[in-house]
């Protein structure tokens, strides 16, 4: 996450053509997140952190709304680190609330009121090491929150000395009050044990109700989870989507080939309860709860998936009723695009594809890309897990007829933003549901430890 002095430099007639000229382009007065020339170079450090970010469109706008040192001067406890954001997405107050929570050794969740602009901590771990490393952050169809464990360990047999790796739905998102208010609503917190064990991160739905998820590991898999519940069920109430369920895992060919591209199976390994199929591994963690490992099962040959290297956030596509899944994966500089009705997994992009600011590939400026995100032109926006003040980049994926990948001419991957934070990195950029001009990301973990949400708007 680090990086030198930027500076715009001149681009070819022919990308400027490309750029403003492409779906999402806008007149003055009606920009959009498309609208920008891309930056040649990443950012240097910036003198002020509460507006870190340097754009390839110079009239976005950028505040910071929340910052760990406010919170914790309010006396509201916050351990920092911010992750992946989302807001409520459904119900009569859709888009009002913006959920954070905290990837660290006492992990919690926040709510930022967006009308008010008050942030407070809603559930927080009971002490340092019972919960950790909180990243996932998604709202649910039926109007919940899902958060998760970014952390699991490996062993052959299964993992019996974490109490980590665990999936958990925040039921009342909306109604829980402050961890500080006496006697208000407590946060309901669940550990969802029908998913297995494994290090979270990305989670998606489809239009047909199925979870997605990975393990963020060297060598970690791609799994889908298909509950037994209806949605007519889930809506009513009279069953709820994890109580009991089938997990799958993705493989491509016999599952021995790391990286793999083409057709793929989904290779279950739990039954339609959530129940371990023969041989798959159970274990008992140390406070005594059994599940499902995850990840050692799908090692084994009988339940074998196919290895991606760090696989971390997730983002579905839809364009004229097709669903692409994207999953970026940090260690090999790559993003995916599962074609869910065909069942095919391809490349999206790479160090190979162009560069929209110079035309040549983009090499190593693109750099352990981490968070996907979609804005409300269906464009693919890729975060790097670098060193802010350094190479901490936002890319935008230019897919001029949005087929899933970035080859046709004019199409690329451009710079839209570079981080100036020292000691930071991006993260959790999402884009308001109900607000084309509006969208936030964090900068977590700087070297100052204040981690901040900034708000960006367009023009």
Not at 216 to 243: M, P
């Amino acid at each position: 996450m680090k990086q030198h002095a930027l500076g715009l430099a001149a681009v070819s007639s022919l990308v400027l053509t490309a750029i403003l000229a492409s779906p999402g382009a806008s007149a003055a007065g009606d920009s959009r997140f498309s609208d920008f020339t891309p930056l040649p170079t990443s950012a240097g450090p910036t003198s002020d952190e509460a507006a870190p970010i340097t754009f390839g469109n110079p009239a976005f706008e950028q505040r910071s709304i929340a910052a760990v040192v406010e919170q914790l001067a309010k006396g509201e406890p916050n351990s920092g680190v911010w992750d992946m954001n989302t807001v409520n997405e459904t119900g009569p107050h859709k888009g009002s609330h913006l959920f954070t929570p905290f990837e660290s050794s006492q992990s919690g969740v926040q709510r930022t009121d967006l009308a008010t602009g008050e942030t407070e901590t809603l559930w927080y771990s009971p002490a340092r090491g019972a919960h950790v490393a909180f990243d996932a952050s998604y709202w649910t169809p039926w109007g919940t929150y899902l958060t998760a464990e970014e952390s699991w360990c490996t062993a052959p047999t299964g993992c019996t000395t974490s109490n980590y790796g665990r999936f958990f739905e925040l039921t009342n998102p909306l109604t829980a009050d402050s961890v500080t208010e006496a006697g208000g609503e407590s946060a309901n917190l669940v550990h969802r044990n029908v998913i297995p064990r494994v290090s979270h991160e990305g989670v998606q739905f489809d239009k047909s109700m199925n979870m997605y998820f990975i393990d963020e590991l060297n060598g970690g898999s791609l799994y889908k989870y298909t509950s037994a519940a209806s949605w007519g069920q889930i809506k009513s109430g009279r069953a709820g989507y994890f109580d009991a369920g089938q997990t799958s895992v993705l493989r491509v060919g016999d599952g021995y080939t790391p990286n793999a591209v083409g057709a793929y199976t989904w290779v279950p390994i739990t039954d339609a309860k959530g129940k371990p199929l023969p041989g798959a591994i159970t274990i008992t963690d140390p406070n005594g709860v059994t599940s499902v490992d995850g990840r050692n099962t799908t090692e084994l040959a009988k339940f074998k998936g196919t290895d991606y290297q760090r696989p971390e956030d997730l983002q579905i596509q839809t364009v004229n009723g097709v669903e692409r899944l994207y999953v970026a994966t940090t260690t090999t500089n790559e993003v995916y695009a599962l074609d869910l009705g065909a069942a095919q997994i391809s490349v999206f992009a790479n160090r190979s594809t162009t560069d929209l600011a110079t035309g040549a590939p983009v090499g190593t400026g693109l750099a352990s890309p981490d968070n996907l995100a979609l804005d409300h032109d269906n464009n693919i926006y890729i975060v790097e897990d670098r060193n802010g003040g350094v190479d901490n980049d936002i890319w935008f994926a230019r897919d001029l007829n949005l087929d899933g990948d970035l080859t046709d001419v004019g199409e690329g991957l451009g710079r839209w933003a570079s981080n100036g934070t020292p000691g930071s990195e991006f993260t959790g950029l999402y884009f308001d549901p109900t607000d084309k001009r509006r969208a936030w990301v964090n900068i977590q973990h700087p070297s100052s430890q204040n981690d901040r949400v900034i708000e960006i708007t367009t023009p």
